[in-house]
Every structure is written in C-alpha cells, then in structure tokens.
C-alpha cells in the first residue's frame, strides 16, 4: 500500500518562507509525477503546483507562482514545496498526491490515485 505522509506545516508570519516534506513509501513508480494541493478553510481543494518528470513541468497555480518551487528528491523518494513570501491567503491544509497514470491533465483535475492526509500551513498577518 502506497502511503504519503507530509511534514513541515506550522505557522508562520505573512513573509515568512516555510518547506513541506512529502515522503512516499518506496514505490519509485508513484514519485515520478506529484503534485502539492491545498484546502483553505471553508473553500473547495484547489491545485498548488506539481511534477511531472515525463511530462514537462513544473506546473504552478498562478496565485504562487514566482513564490513556491515544487521539487523532489529521488534517492529519498520525498517531494518537496519551498514557499516564499507567504500571505495570509496561503493558509490552508496541503496535501500532497501521486498520479501513477502521469497525465498533467489530471492534476488540474485533482484526479490523482494517492493522497496524503496533510499538513497544516497557518500564515497570520
């Protein structure tokens, strides 16, 4: 059973840079396309960036991009989201998923196979 656990959630002052964990249990064939989702308090999931190795890429929701790199680590089969200049906005729950099927397409979707159970960003103003 393929298992996602994330790490590195806290809280943070507006500004503040934090980096999320993501490590997969060591199925090499689940790390090769992954992606970071968050759900803020009271609104609907929404796609944050992600990484598909096969399929061109990195791929960022605008509202992050120029501040959040998506990144993995291959040896260690983790995944990893570097957040800069964080907002109050950026509060929410992340999670991070894996497509075994690799299709970008998915992802924007939030159709992924695997989830983790989050890790909880708090950015105060």
Same mark, same amino acid.
């Given at each position: 059973?393929v298992q996602? @656990?994330?790490s590195?959630?806290?809280?943070?002052?507006a500004?503040?840079?934090?980096k999320l964990?993501?490590a997969?249990?060591?199925?090499?064939y @689940?790390t090769k396309?992954?992606?970071?989702f968050?759900q803020?308090p009271?609104?609907?999931?929404e796609?944050?960036?992600?990484?598909?190795?096969?399929?061109?890429?990195?791929?960022y929701?605008?509202p @992050?991009?120029?501040?959040f790199t998506i990144?993995q680590?291959? *040896?260690?089969?983790?995944?990893?989201?570097?957040?800069?200049s964080?907002?109050?906005?950026? *509060?929410?729950?992340?999670?991070?998923a894996?497509? @075994?099927?690799?299709?970008?397409s998915r992802?924007?979707?939030?159709?992924?196979?695997y989830?983790?159970?989050? *890790?909880?960003?708090?950015v105060s103003?």
């Open positions: 059973q996602l @656990v994330e590195g959630g806290g809280s943070v002052q500004g503040g840079s934090l964990s993501c997969a249990s060591d199925y090499s @689940v396309c992954m992606a970071w968050r803020p009271g609104k609907e999931r796609g944050v960036a992600a990484l598909y190795l096969d399929g061109g890429g990195p791929f929701a605008d @992050v991009k120029g501040r990144s680590d291959n *040896t260690k089969n983790t995944l990893y989201l570097q957040m800069n964080l907002k109050p906005e950026d *509060t929410a729950m992340y999670y991070c894996a497509d @075994v099927l690799c299709r970008p992802w924007r979707r939030g159709a992924m196979d989830w983790g159970k989050g *890790t909880l960003v708090t103003s």
